[in-house]
Nanobody
Framework: QVRLVESGGALVQAGESLRLSCEVS????????VAWFRQGPDTGREFVGW????????YTSAPVKGRFTISRGNAENRVLLQMNMLRPEGTAVYFC???????????????WGQGTQVTVSS
């Protein structure tokens, strides 16, 4: 069974940077796309972006474009979410998910991690 483990969440101040990591237990066609979502205290699960391990293609959503970057880590099965210029509204639990299609729909992803908390103070 595929497992995803997020790490790197922390308490930071507005304007600071943070890097999250998602470790995928195994590479396969079912885990070729790794996406990031976030869920704030009063919001639903919001799409942040995705990364395709086989091609390196990546996409970030409009609210974070220009500030957040998704890339592959040094390890083959690791995907990073680099977050710069963090804002208080970025306070959320950040989840990574794996699937076969690069999409912003949470329902397309079958495997999810437990999430890591990011808190941005003003």
């Amino acid at each position: 069974q595929v497992r995803l483990v997020e790490s790197g969440g922390a308490l930071v101040q507005a304007g600071e940077s943070l890097r999250l990591s998602c470790e995928v237990s195994e590479r396969s066609s079912s885990t070729d796309v790794v996406a990031w979502f976030r869920q704030g205290p009063d919001t639903g699960r919001e799409f942040v972006g995705w990364y395709t391990l086989s091609t390196g293609a990546t996409y970030t959503s409009a609210p974070v474009k220009g500030r957040f970057t998704i890339s592959r880590g040094n390890a083959e099965n690791r995907v990073l979410l680099q977050m710069n210029m963090l804002r208080p509204e970025g306070t959320a639990v950040y989840f990574c998910a794996a699937g076969t299609r690069a999409t912003n729909s949470r329902y397309a992803y079958d495997c999810w991690g437990q999430g890591t908390q990011v808190t941005v103070s003003s």
